[in-house]
């Protein structure tokens, strides 16, 4: 007995001392994982040292262009229209609100509806520089069954209200083509994808040419008309006349990031993210054959069931998620204005990338920038409640990371279709870009008319998450960055794409103001 009570005396003892050395172990640890946090090399912000005030106010006549431009419904999917195309209308239209632009610039028209202004510098020896944006928009998914899209007109130049009269009863505050002006805001799709950009440049090209300003070298400005399905009608096309003309640029500047407002993201500054690179997309179509007929003898699985099994694989087999360098270097830049929880992750990735990884997945924006995103946005079965159809078809789409590929994408769906009967079809596809560099007077030029704009914005360059025209331009120069100079909340970011997509009259002005600087600016940046 004796030796027994010995014997677990000597165990407790023995437990006792493992427990304390992995105690203080772990305690080492602890400090090691702290330590590493507050000397992490966090990027730190620093003020830009620019004093001269922006003056960011967009005119009535501005707005009133805008407000216009977005009562015409160039959704992307109409260009084909013989009859009443709103892309015509458009067209028209501009020429009208712009004309002090369409007299000084060369214009041009690549494959009907592929806009190009070409304004001449003093110097034709410098390498021009080119501005994007595109002016089809996306359909309007949902809305008030039996409205009119579009309202009364519902804003003049001079009203003194400048409200729009009354109050539209659905997800849009106001109709989606309205271009209702009230709230300090304009309504409608495209006010922030991308007609604003578009009218943005001619609006700041108007003033400058107003005050005789002449660039010292070529600017170009090139809007497609199909950004929104692809743009391999619109951008790519530009893109070849271009190169046919052996015409290079030493910065293009398109749509990507934005400016993102305070308390996003739980950093307390706004953060201007700049697209360096963008993700690549691909849009597949899979159609699923069974054997159809009445639905009064279904067989166990119809092609519209085969086509839930196969949309829940696709939902429930991501592709791997990855923390790719140029996200790394993000996550240094903006990480020091973060929680300390967030900042140690970062900081201590030797050891906390899977959580880490688990914490960037668990919200939709930032799991789109560690892995390729599978998004399916369409399926349709039968045109009828009693039949059973005898294909069903699904449409995925997926934006593509860095290092993975068009191809990848492609085998991963024909993977998860074996044992299906489907076909599979790419509809359209971009790979990923290229990445471009921060060392460049484009870069330099960018950053000098955001300080501007955005004294207190921290200016960091990071992966765009759709793909944009601008990929197109790869072949007509290196230096590729992508920002939409607004600040934007969650809330506004969340209307792209979305009901009650506006812009507020503030942001308006600030776009303005911002490519009148870049456009001045250029040749005097180091
Ligand atoms: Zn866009």
């Known amino acids: 007995m004796q030796y027994y009570r010995d014997y677990r005396k000597k165990k407790k003892k023995k437990t006792g001392k493992i427990l304390a050395i992995l105690l203080s172990l772990l305690l080492v640890l602890l400090i090691v994982i702290v330590i590493k946090t507050i000397i992490y090399p966090f990027a730190k912000f620093e003020t830009p040292a620019v004093t001269e005030q922006t003056n960011t106010g967009a005119s009535d006549e501005a707005v009133w262009r805008l407000a216009k431009a977005i009562r015409i419904p160039t959704i992307s999917q109409d260009a084909d229209k013989t009859t009443d195309n709103p892309f015509d209308s458009f067209k028209v239209y501009l020429s009208e609100a712009y004309p002090e632009v369409y007299k000084a610039m060369d214009t041009l028209s690549i494959n009907k509806y592929g806009l190009l202004f070409h304004w001449k510098g003093k110097d034709t020896l410098r390498n021009p520089i080119l501005f994007l944006a595109h002016y089809d928009v996306a359909p309007v998914v949902r809305h008030k069954c039996g409205e009119d899209m579009f309202g009364e007109e519902v804003f003049r130049p001079g009203d003194p209200k400048k409200e729009a009269i009354g109050k539209y009863q659905t997800a849009w505050d106001f109709p989606p083509f309205s271009g209702a002006v009230a709230n300090g805001r304009i309504y409608g799709r495209g006010t922030l994808d991308a007609k604003s950009m578009m009218m943005a440049h001619l609006e700041a090209a108007t003033t400058l040419l107003a005050n005789s300003f002449q660039p010292e070298q070529d600017i170009w400005f090139a809007y497609g008309f199909d950004q929104e399905t692809g743009g391999t009608k619109g951008a790519l096309k530009i893109a070849e006349y271009f190169k046919q003309n052996n015409i290079t640029f030493d910065a293009v500047y398109g749509e990507g990031s934005v400016v993102t407002a305070p308390g996003v993201a739980g950093i307390d500054r706004p953060v201007a993210l700049v697209g360096i690179a963008e993700k690549g997309s691909c849009t597949i179509s899979i159609t699923v054959k069974e054997k159809g007929g009445h639905s009064s003898m279904p067989p166990s699985k119809s092609s519209l069931v085969l086509a839930a099994e196969i949309i829940e694989k696709l939902n429930s087999k991501q592709f791997p998620a990855d923390i790719i360098p140029l996200v790394k270097t993000f996550l240094d830049n903006v990480g020091g204005d973060m929680n300390f929880i967030s900042r140690m992750a970062i900081a201590n990735q030797w050891l906390l990338e899977a959580p880490l990884l688990k914490l960037l997945k668990q919200d939709p924006a930032t799991n789109a920038l560690v892995r390729t995103t599978t998004a399916v946005t369409m399926v349709k079965g039968s045109n009828a409640p009693n039949i059973l159809s005898t294909t069903a ?134």
Not at 404 to 416: A, C, F, L, R, T
Not at 456 to 473: G, K, N, P
Request: with cysteine; charged share 25%; aromatic share 8%.
């Open 393 to 526: 078809d699904i449409t995925v789409n997926f934006c593509i990371l860095t290092g993975d590929s068009v191809g990848k994408v492609v085998n991963h769906v024909k993977e998860i279709c074996d044992g299906y009967d489907v076909d599979i079809r790419v509809d359209t596809s971009c790979e990923p870009s290229s990445l471009s560099s921060e060392k460049t007077r484009a870069w330099r030029a960018v950053k000098n008319a955001i300080a501007r704009l955005y004294p207190e914005a921290s200016m960091v360059a990071c992966i765009a998450l759709t793909a944009t025209d601008a990929q197109r331009y790869e072949t007509t120069g290196k230096n590729v960055y992508r920002i939409m100079p607004v600040c934007l909340n969650e809330y506004e970011q969340r209307t792209i794409h979305n009901e009650n997509e506006h812009i507020s009259l503030e942001n308006y002005g600030r776009m303005i103001a911002y490519y009148k600087n870049l456009m001045k600016l250029f040749e005097t940046i180091e």
